[in-house]
Structure formats: C-alpha cells, structure tokens
C-alpha cells in the first residue's frame, strides 16, 4: 500500500505528535501546508515505547512515495530519533519543542533535567491489566502543564483527547539518532 500524497515535487510533511496529544493536535498546521501546495500526514503515534513507536513510523515512511520531511512535538522527538531513516526518502527532521535525545537518554531523563520542571507532579497514573502503567497529564494542569500558548477553551479540548503515553515509553532510553 502507498500513501497517495501530492504537492508537485515538494516533499510530505510527515507530522509526529508526542506524549498527552494526538494526531489531530496538527490540524492547524496541516491546513497551512495544504493552503501552501505541501502535502502533509499526521501519524497517530501509538505512545507504546520508544523502539516500537519508531518502528511504526517507518512503517508509514516506507509507504509514502518521494521527499519526506519528518516534523516532531515533544516525545515525538524521541520517536523521529530512533527511526530508521537510512534507506528511505527522509531528507530532513524538524524538532518542534521536542526531545533531541543523545543515545541512553530517555524522555523521563530529559524532562527533569534543568531546574523548573513539573510534569512528574501533574501526571495522573493509570495502571493497565498487563501490569504497565499509562500517563495522562490531570485534566485540570493540562493547560498550564502544556498547551499555555493555547486558548483555555482549546487546552480543555486537548486535555480531554489527549492519548496516554505508557511509563515504560517514557523512561525508554534512546537509540543512536537518526539526526
């Protein structure tokens, strides 16, 4: 199967969501790269793990004909890093507020890192039949926490479909990167 994309030689834009969004959360900027003639895909990130989330991305890579430019929001940092980019059509990755992880850093390492950092305190645990645990950031920090240069009407919207990211993922440590 190939992803039919068009934009008369210019590459895809390939959107990579992190942790607590989801696809949708590019709706803004897909609309302005169609106005502007780029083809563009948001991939749903399934927020597994870091290895099994990068896998998946080249799985969808791998479907996509010409140019690609991968564009990455935080934890989808982790995830462009560690996709396998040799071989494939990638001609470039774009960090957006996202982790550009060295290889043994994980996105919990990165997160508390320098000083001012609250995610761990606004995380709501979930814990799952397989002994794991989802994260989800608390419904009511949501806005402060991560989408502040979002309307409060908007980072509700967000906080209420955001997708959760598995602890494991998380403190996942990152492979050589791709950048």
């Known amino acids: 199967m ?28 897909i609309a302005r790269l169609l106005d502007d003639g780029y083809p563009a895909v948001a991939v749903a990130n399934p927020l597994r793990g870091v290895r099994q989330d990068a896998d998946y991305l080249g799985t969808v890579l791998s479907a996509i004909d010409g140019d690609i430019v991968l564009v990455d929001h935080s934890y989808g940092g982790m995830v462009i890093s560690n996709v396998a980019v040799a071989g494939t059509n990638v001609t470039g990755l774009v960090f957006v507020g996202a982790f550009a992880p060295v290889a043994g850093e994980s996105a919990a390492e990165l997160s508390g890192k320098f000083p001012g950092s609250s995610l761990g305190e606004a995380l709501a645990p979930v814990k799952l039949p397989d002994g794991g645990t989802d994260l989800y950031i608390q419904q009511g920090r949501y806005h402060h926490q991560f989408a502040a240069d979002s309307s409060p009407e908007r980072a509700a919207v967000m906080a209420g479909t955001q997708r959760p990211i598995t602890d494991a993922a998380l403190n996942e440590a990152s492979g050589e990167p791709a950048w």
């Open 2 to 29: 190939t992803i039919t994309t068009t934009g008369a030689g210019k590459p895809t834009i390939v959107l990579v969501h992190g942790a607590f969004a989801e696809s949708a959360s590019w709706d803004g900027v």
